[in-house]
T-cell receptor, first 117, second 114 residues
Framework: DAGITQSPRYKITETGRQVTLMCHQTWSHSYMFWYRQDLGHGLRLIYYSAAADITDKGEVPDGYVVSRSKTENFPLTLESATRSQTSVYFC????????????????FGEGSWLTVV | AQSVTQLGSHVSVSEGALVLLRCNYSSSVPPYLFWYVQYPNQGLQLLLKYTSAATLVKGINGFEAEFKKSETSFHLTKPSAHMSDAAEYFCAVSDPYNTDKLIFGTGTRLQVFP
């Protein structure tokens, strides 16, 4: 049971380069999320997707692009990386609405450490 | 806007002592509330969640949390700390205006000393 996997786990890139972080989940969850984690800020939502071909902005979407052509994949692209995008990025997925009657759980990947130099 | 505040970015306890991690939320309607734990170099793992059923919620690894509407709090407790509890803990609240999202606190790092 692979669950949710992120790649690469560690990446160093230069300012101005395009970087794509991959996320793959094996549960066929409808919802997928991208968060970034920074000291003093906790986790902040970048983008999320309710289903294939449906995406929406979170708290901090600027400088990022997402796509969801298949239910199981949700790549995050930094179009032109900046130093301020150095962070740990977490992908997550959820079966359905978070606050439906069952209060569904979000499951997280292990994170992608990105350094922009 | 919905928000969650975790008081204390670092908490230190001795092994065997009570663990208390504080979380307060702001919301005009009762939210759903969650506690997640993050061990070093790992993703977040759900500890427990409150979804408007019993106000005292029991989670994994002996943790529990109590929803107190009058205090807008959802503090996490464990009667006796273990060395393996050392981690970062995040409180999260559902956004009542957008039920597809969670809003996280800034986290509390728990250290356990022998």
């Amino acid at each position: 049971d692979a669950g949710i996997t992120q790649s690469p786990r560690y990446k160093i890139t230069e300012t101005g380069r395009q970087v794509t972080l991959m996320c793959h989940q094996t549960w066929s969850h409808s919802y997928m999320f991208w968060y970034r984690q920074d000291l003093g800020h906790g986790l902040r939502l970048i983008y999320y997707s309710a289903a294939a071909d449906i995406t929406d902005k979170g708290e901090v979407p600027d400088g990022y692009v997402v796509s969801r052509s298949k239910t199981e994949n949700f790549p995050l692209t930094l179009e032109s990386a900046t130093r301020s995008q150095t962070s740990v990025y977490f992908c997550a997925s959820s079966e359905s609405l978070l606050t439906g009657s069952s209060g569904n759980t979000i499951y997280f990947g292990e994170g992608s450490w990105l350094t922009v130099v | 806007a919905q928000s969650v505040t975790q008081l204390g970015s670092h908490v230190s306890v001795s092994e065997g002592a009570l663990v208390l991690l504080r979380c307060n939320y702001s919301s005009s309607v009762p939210p759903y509330l969650f506690w997640y734990v993050q061990y070093p170099n790992q993703g977040l793992q759900l500890l427990l969640k409150y979804t408007s059923a019993a106000t005292l919620v029991k989670g994994i690894n002996g943790f529990e949390a109590e929803f107190k509407k009058s205090e807008t709090s959802f503090h996490l407790t464990k009667p006796s700390a273990h060395m393996s509890d050392a981690a970062e803990y995040f409180c999260a609240v559902s956004d009542p205006y957008n039920t597809d999202k969670l809003i996280f606190g800034t986290g509390t790092r728990l250290q356990v000393f022998p």
